[in-house]
């Protein structure tokens, strides 16, 4: 089995849910752990632990991480509402969930035991900012490098733009990208073609779990949160799912080495740029979308036995 943790950003598109999904339904992972990351881990949390409970796996244990980026800013959009305590309140968290707990420790103590108690055997896949990546690294580079290998969405390998995950934090990123462990990144280049339409979320709509029940609630209230009032089409779209997945079938994607490097400096910052003075990194350059939605479903359709 596949000894693996996830540190998801959980809660705001509805991609992440479903890669935990996926996770959990893949009988070769054993997850070790949980871990979540930006601007209120404590609710992202408890989306999990529900999630977890409703799929009948709350022996997995959950942590909070870091809601701040390394600089300290966090964006905040007009959509937004923030608690009591100040922090921006997750999109997909419900009150319903404030009975749910984290597991005692901060997320970099959780990766670097991890990866400490099974050198070498562990994958870190990370689907969101990386700031407890980034903090686990600041805090024990050597011990960090006894992880197996890190598979990650995050980047857009074409230069044109920066992606979400790099761009809110892309001093973490630089301090991953650079850090000597083995990475292979399934950036925007081909997740965008991993998107449900009508013909996905019908199909999913015939399947039920109490588990998938909840997140097809979730996807809803994005897909009416992002449709209306003018704007133009959008549909759910899977970056995170296809990074698991590939975890496990590495023909979904092709994929190239190539030296990437973090642009830090403003006008081009956050963006992942290949050059010369980049770090090796797998970097997926081509999808069999077909495959992808075969598995997608192959994996909705067991987690609703």
């Known amino acids: 089995m596949k000894k693996i943790i996830i540190d998801t950003d959980i809660g705001d598109d509805i991609d992440d849910a479903f890669a935990l999904l996926a996770a959990l339904a893949d009988d070769d992972f054993e997850i070790l752990g949980i871990t979540t990351v930006f601007k209120n881990t404590a609710e992202r949390t408890k989306i999990v632990k529900r999630i977890l409970k409703l799929a009948g796996r709350e022996g997995v244990p959950v942590f909070s991480g870091h809601d701040e980026p390394v600089n300290g800013y966090i964006p905040k959009w007009d ?59 600041k805090k024990d580079p050597k011990k960090f490098l006894l992880l197996k290998e890190a598979r990650v969405m995050c980047g857009q390998f074409a230069g044109t733009y920066p992606e979400w995950n790099v761009r809110v934090d892309p001093e973490a990123a630089d301090i991953f990208f650079t850090c000597g462990l083995k990475i292979t990144s399934v950036g925007l280049d081909v997740t965008t073609k991993c998107k ?110």
């Open 79 to 137: 959509y937004e509402n923030t608690e009591p305590d100040g922090k921006i309140r997750i999109h997909h968290y419900r009150d319903d969930m404030a009975s749910e707990r984290a597991d005692e420790g901060s997320a970099e103590d959780f990766i670097l035991s991890a990866a400490e108690k099974y050198p070498g055997e562990v994958t870190l896949i990370a689907l969101g900012p990386l700031t407890n990546i980034a903090a686990a690294i």
């Open 196 to 305: 449900l339409y009508k013909e996905q979320t019908d199909a999913l709509g015939k399947l039920s779990s109490p588990a998938l029940d909840l997140v097809k609630q979730m996807m809803n209230v994005w897909i009416e949160s992002n449709n209306g009032d003018g704007k133009p089409q959008r549909y759910p779209t899977m970056h995170d799912p296809l990074c698991v997945l590939c975890v496990s079938d590495g023909d979904i994607c092709g994929f190239e080495e190539v030296k990437v490097a973090v642009t830090l400096e403003e006008g081009r910052r956050g963006y992942t740029e290949t050059r010369e003075d980049g770090s090796p990194v797998a970097v997926a350059k081509s999808i069999n979308a077909d495959k992808f939605y075969e598995k997608f479903f192959e994996a909705m359709k067991k987690i609703s036995v």
